[in-house]
């Protein structure tokens, strides 16, 4: 039989679908709210050959951080061409073309040992530019080879302030021996405007599978 009341020393609660139960602030009756963890799964896509994944929807002032979570993301294309790289929209998606100033840096190492580098990757940031940026330097497209990480995106519906991000990224890539490299981007999208859709991309070519989720941050 379906729960439709708690009574609780006469104070009385109706049970909400995934919502828990807690005292309210005052501490003299009972309230429900969202149950635990900080973290609210928004949206999901995965890619199937797919020229780009956006989401459109789902971005505004209910979190002051949301987390884009890259799980398996596979290019249709090797190298280069593979790298996955975004970008950022004030018109709810009809152009992606927001002014972006960012740094770049790489942490590499192959599978034989032979060779590691950290350093700053220049040909990968932007000075207030409006193209697409780079989360990744290279991808490989060999059965085997994936991307994962997370995008971090701050008070993206702030009127006040420009938009800050934050990326960790890794992937591996084919070399001789394979390499795993590790990406740390960051910067600002250069603008007051409210930030309210996101989109993903290779630079050439389809993603070809692989899962982007986004979460709000509670």
Not at 21 to 46: H, M, P, Q
Not at 73 to 98: C, E, K, M
Request: negative net charge; glycine residues 10%.
């Amino acid at each position: 039989m379906a729960l439709n009341k708690l009574k609780f020393n006469s104070i009385n609660v109706t049970p909400v679908a995934s919502k828990a139960i807690r005292f309210n602030s005052s501490a003299n009756g009972l309230e429900t709210a969202d149950a635990g963890g900080s973290l609210v799964k928004i949206a999901s896509t995965t890619a199937s050959s797919s020229s780009s994944i956006s989401f459109t929807s789902g971005i505004d002032s209910t979190y002051k951080e949301y987390i884009f979570h890259f799980n398996n993301i596979h290019p249709a294309q090797d190298g280069t061409n593979g790298r996955l790289t975004f970008n950022l929209s004030i018109d709810g998606g009809s152009n992606y073309n927001v002014t972006k100033t960012t740094s770049f840096f790489e942490a590499s190492h192959d599978e034989g040992g032979g060779s590691a580098t950290l350093g700053y990757e220049s040909g990968h940031d932007l000075a207030q530019g409006t193209g697409y940026q780079n989360l990744a330097r290279s991808l490989g497209n060999d059965a085997d080879h994936n991307l994962g990480g997370f995008l971090h995106l701050f008070d993206p519906s702030n009127t006040t302030f420009v938009k800050h991000f934050i990326a960790t990224i890794n992937t591996n890539f084919a070399g001789d021996p394979d390499y795993s490299a590790q990406s740390f981007v960051a910067g600002f999208a250069n603008t007051t405007s409210a930030v309210n859709a996101i989109s993903f991309q290779c630079t050439s070519g389809n993603i070809d599978s692989g899962t982007i989720a986004m979460y709000g941050v509670k």
